[in-house]
C-alpha cells in the first residue's frame, strides 16, 4: 500500500507521512499540486490524500489531474472547515465519498485508506 | 445613522471572510501540533518496546511544537486586533500598524492565489483619526482587487505617505490592471469610501491604486 500525502502544510504531512510509516504503511508527501502531480511520472501511488485548500490549484482540481494519469488511484480529501457543506458540494462534484477534518486522527484516516483501497 | 450601519452586509461579509481565514490557519496550526503530540507518542511507545529514543530528535520535535505555538499565538493577536478594530467608530490609528494587521490577514488569501504582499513593518507611523474596521474592509477590497491585477510578477507592494490633506495608501505592482479597472470601484467599494470620506484613485500608467484620506493625519 502506497499513499502520496499532498498539503501545503511541510511540517504536517512530513509528521503524518513518518507516522503512516511507523504503521507499515509505505507514504511519501508533496507540499504542492504541482510537486505532487510531478512525483506521478516517476512513480506510482494506491492512494492520495489531499488537502483541499492549496494555493494555485486546489485538492478537488488536483484530483481530476492525478486521476486522469492514475485512473485506479484513490483519494481522501482533508478539509480545515469548520463547516463541512461547502466542501461536500465540491466533493460530490468530483465523486468523493472520502474526507476527513483537521486536526486527524491517525486511526480515523488509517481506516479510511483500507476502507477506499478495499472497495 | 452608525457606520457599521452604513455598510450593513458588505461589512459582515467582510468580517466573516477575515473570520474564516483565521479560523483555516488556527486549525492548521493545530494539525501540525496534534502530528506532532502523535509522533512523539508513537516514540514513546516503541521506547517502552525497547527502541532507544533520540534526545536530539525529541528536542527537535518539542521546538516544532514551540514554533507552532508562535505561529497560533500571531495568528491570535492578528485576530484580537481585528475583532476590536469595530469597538469605536473614530479613533486615532497609526496606518502603519493597519496595514501590517492587513497583511497579517490576507496572507492566507494571498498564498491562495500565488501573490506575494509586500510591505516595510519599519515604515514611518502615520496617525490618523478614522473607523478603523471600515478602513480596513475598504483596504481590503483594494487588496483584493490589486491581487487580482497583479502582473507576471505575482507581487502587490503596500506603501503608506502623509499627504497636506491627509494621507494616502498605495497599491502597487499592478501591471495586470487593464480592463478589470472599469469596474473597480463599484458600490459596495463607494459606500466605503463615502463612510471614510475617502477617494480611490486608480492609475495604470503607474500600475498602482491610491486611497487618499481626509485630514487629521500626522507623523508619530
Known sequence: ?119 | MAHLDLIGLSGIQFFGKMSASISHDLKNVLAVINENAGLLEDLCLMAEKGKSLDPARMKRLAGDVKNQIRRGDRIISSMNMFAHSADRESVAIDLRELLGLLVDLSLRHASMRGVSLEFDRLSDSIMVTTSPFILLNLLWVCLDFAMTAAGSSKTVALAAEKTAGGARLHFRNLAGMGTAAASFPAEPENALMRVLNAHIQLDPDSQEIAVSLPGGAQEA
Not at chain 1, 24 to 51: C, H, K, N, P, Y
Not at chain 1, 77 to 93: I, L, P
Request: negative net charge; aromatic residues 6%.
Open chain 1, 1 to 119: 500500500m502506497k499513499v502520496l500525502l499532498v498539503d501545503d502544510e511541510k511540517e504536517l504531512v512530513a509528521t503524518l507521512a513518518e507516522r503512516l510509516n511507523l504503521r507499515g504503511i509505505e507514504a511519501q508527501w508533496a507540499t504542492s499540486a504541482e510537486a505532487a502531480l510531478s512525483r506521478l511520472q516517476t512513480e506510482s501511488f494506491d492512494m492520495a490524500v489531499l488537502d483541499v485548500k492549496m494555493p494555485k490549484m486546489d485538492g478537488l482540481l488536483l484530483k481530476k489531474q492525478m486521476q486522469d494519469r492514475c485512473p485506479t488511484m484513490k483519494f481522501i480529501f482533508v478539509t480545515g472547515h469548520g463547516s463541512n457543506q461547502d466542501f461536500m458540494a465540491g466533493a460530490s462534484e468530483v465523486g468523493s465519498d472520502y474526507y476527513l477534518v483537521k486536526p486527524l486522527k491517525i486511526d480515523d484516516l488509517i481506516a479510511k485508506i483500507r476502507e477506499a483501497l478495499q472497495r
